[in-house]
């Protein structure tokens, strides 16, 4: 018998006591009557006394099955991986366009711990993981870039029957999709981190890409960039402003002692040239092409349209998986990067990467929302109208673009609508 129960009885005793004693004066039936009903009131109070502990054990029981229930949700949510063995292929290769880097994170952090790396096709592959847990097949990432001799990732993705998907960008996809079509399924980042950049100091009037088209700077960007002849047949820039020269060296800029603009990443350029560039050392402004107007997405997993039937069953198992690995990689990204500065460490060339860059990169992607929901709930998820005006701004600028609307270069049908950030 529990207090609270052994309360109750001492309560109904002394009730019991005193009207005892109101009685000890009556007559011998009162007395015998009343003899009766002390054992009535025993029998009474034993009941309500089984009764109250029948209550206790009952909610007891209720607690125990508000528990199991509670224990259950919570298995739910955090229901094992699925298992990828049956509906993909025992090594899914994803093909990127450059060298390891944080704007990469979401598919790093796919790999597990148990991961290889082959310096010299420059691939780093292991288990395939969700929220830490094994689906049962490899998840191999490879190296884009001078890794592929700089040819496009649909082309190579094509040339090649060990690799299933590969990075599209929306300008990539429009321009060659008459010869290698690619599919983007998913979009682990909402805005394309790349930018233009210029010097605060030495052009104090610039506040944004329009503004260095009116102060007729020149532009130093990578030849063959889709965006310059698109700022330029909308009037943002000159053609004669634009030089095409760009290498990725920092030698053109600090030469030119700030006097030029440049193109680059926003979420590594302006840590390495404060930071690493020795001869620049101080901030630099920037502003995002998708702020200028050219929305593209970067860097979505796109899959081979003939192999989209093929693949079905495993995209609809695969998407969710780097939908939560976006979350999960921006929440905590340390695990993910440790494998990214590793693999640089191990390919051993031109391209480095530290603990310091890779924490800036992802804090800036958090700031400026490269990474994030958009404009709902779901991370990954692709908006036609972006890609539909991309198109049409390519087709202003008299590229040669193929006969296509935005849904033919992508598809929401394997996104989960209920994983976001």
């Avoid at 990127?96 to 994170?105: I, K, L, Q, V, Y």
Wanted: glycine share 6%.
């Amino acid at each position: 018998m529990n207090a609270k129960t052994l309360l109750r009885l001492l309560a109904l005793l002394a009730a019991f006591g005193l009207l005892a004693a109101a009685c000890s004066d009556s007559s011998s039936d009162s007395d015998e009557t009343d003899a009766s009903a002390d054992e009535s009131s025993d029998d009474s109070m034993e009941d309500d006394e089984d009764s109250m502990e029948d209550d206790e054990d009952s909610m007891e029981d209720d607690e125990d099955s508000m528990e199991d229930d509670e224990d259950s949700m919570e298995d739910e949510e955090h229901a094992g991986a699925p298992d990828l063995s049956e509906v993909c292929p025992a090594t899914l290769s994803l093909q990127t366009d450059w060298f390891p880097e944080a704007e990469h994170g979401a598919v790093y952090n796919m790999i597990g711990d148990d991961y290889t790396i082959d310096g010299d096709n420059m691939i780093v592959s292991g288990p395939l993981v969700s929220e830490g847990e094994d689906t049962g097949i490899v998840w191999e990432v490879r190296t884009g870039g001078p890794a592929i001799g700089f040819s496009p990732v649909a082309a190579h993705v094509y040339a090649s029957d060990d690799i299933q998907l590969g990075y599209a960008n929306t300008e990539a996809q429009a321009l060659q999709f008459a010869d290698t079509p690619m599919i983007s399924v998913v979009a682990p980042l909402e805005k394309n981190p790349q930018m233009i950049m210029w010097d605060p100091e030495t052009l104090p009037d610039v506040n944004g890409i329009a503004d260095l088209g009116k102060a007729g700077t020149t532009i130093n960007v990578f030849g063959g960039g889709v965006f310059s002849e698109v700022f330029v047949a909308q009037g943002i820039w000159s053609e004669d402003q634009v030089d095409p020269s760009y290498d990725g060296s920092p030698a053109a800029f600090v030469s030119a002692d700030g006097s030029i603009a440049q193109q680059g990443f926003a979420s590594a350029e302006p840590y390495v040239y404060k930071n690493e560039v020795e001869s620049w050392g101080k901030d630099v402004e920037f502003e995002l092409l998708h702020d200028a107007g050219f929305e593209v997405y970067a860097a979505t997993i796109g899959v081979r349209a003939d192999l989209m039937e093929e693949l079905d069953e495993c995209l609809t198992e695969l998407v969710p998986i780097i939908q939560k690995s976006t979350v999960s990689y921006y929440a905590d990204p340390d695990r993910a990067n440790a494998i990214i500065i590793d693999a640089v460490e191990t390919f051993d060339s031109f391209w480095v990467y530290n603990a310091d860059l890779a924490a800036f990169s992802v804090e800036t992607q958090n700031e400026l929302d490269l990474a994030s929901n958009g404009d709902n709930d779901t991370v990954g998820d692709i908006d036609a109208d972006r890609i539909q005006r991309v198109i049409d701004s390519m087709t202003g600028a008299n590229m040669d673009v193929a006969d296509i609307t935005a849904e033919d270069i992508f598809t929401n049908k394997y996104i989960d609508e209920s994983i976001g950030f």
